[in-house]
């Protein structure tokens, strides 16, 4: 069936260096995407996101750009802290956001090496 | 100050037994869901409710039904639990877009 789906499960990156977690989509009719940091312990936390008719937004320190040609959705986090270190998850939906729920990816482990 | 809250936190029960979970949020939104996240940390849409009526419910089954009293609680009740119902489950809402979601409830199953 359709899914969304991450690339690597485990991302190890240096405290400062920046971070790029990717996100492949099959349901072309996708047109909300979505990114969630859940860190032990807790629920998923909104970081982003992005609607389909565009293919770049920036927040504080993040970034995710969309290419809906090849179906794939990434997060790049600047000069990495500490307090990012969490699970990563990308979700879609073809509502526009509405009251569907999502559809989660698998999710990445990212951890920042001090 | 607690946007999307469930209680309890934790839940250890036996094969076969009755258990309900309680979710509240105060933002005022329309739309609430319960999601489940396995042992692998894969989240998946169980239900969503929309002013008192539901909306989708993804092939889960009928031994779990949700129960809206208002529009800001969505409350889950699970009959006759099975070893495979252990989870964490988590209740989220949502007005236009953005989901917010509760703290979760580690549901365990012996």
């Known amino acids: 069936g359709e899914n969304v789906g991450l690339h690597l499960p485990t991302l190890s990156v240096q405290e400062g260096d920046n971070s790029i977690i990717n996100c492949a989509y099959s349901?072309?009719?996708?047109?909300?995407f979505i990114w969630y940091k859940q860190e032990s312990g807790k629920g998923p936390q909104f970081i982003i996101d992005?609607?389909?008719?565009?293919d770049k937004r920036q927040g504080q320190r993040v970034t995710v750009l969309l290419n809906k040609t090849v179906k794939h959705l990434s997060l790049q986090i600047a000069a990495t802290q500490p307090g990012d270190s969490a699970v990563y998850f990308c979700?879609?939906?073809?509502?526009?956001?509405?009251?569907?729920?999502?559809?989660f990816g698998k999710g990445t482990h990212l951890i920042i090496q001090p | 100050d607690t946007a999307v809250s469930q209680t309890p936190k934790y839940l250890v029960t036996q094969m076969g037994n009755d258990k309900s979970i309680k979710c509240e949020q105060n933002?005022?939104?329309?739309?609430m869901y319960w999601y489940k996240q396995d042992s692998k940390k894969f989240l998946k849409i169980m239900f969503s409710?929309?002013?008192?009526?539901?909306?989708i419910n993804e092939t889960v089954p009928n031994r779990f039904s949700p129960k809206s009293p208002d529009k800001a609680h969505l409350n889950l009740h699970i009959n006759s639990l099975e070893l495979g119902d252990s989870a964490v489950y988590f209740c989220?809402?949502?007005?236009?877009?953005?989901?917010?979601f509760g703290p979760g409830t580690r549901l365990t199953v012996l």
């Open positions: 989220a809402s949502s007005q236009s877009s953005e989901q917010f």
């Open positions: 349901n072309s009719a996708s047109d909300y």
């Open positions: 992005i609607r389909s008719n565009m």
């Open positions: 979700a879609e939906n073809n509502s526009g956001g509405g009251a569907d729920g999502l559809t």
């Open positions: 933002l005022g939104h329309d739309t």
């Open positions: 409710y929309n002013n008192k009526e539901l909306i």
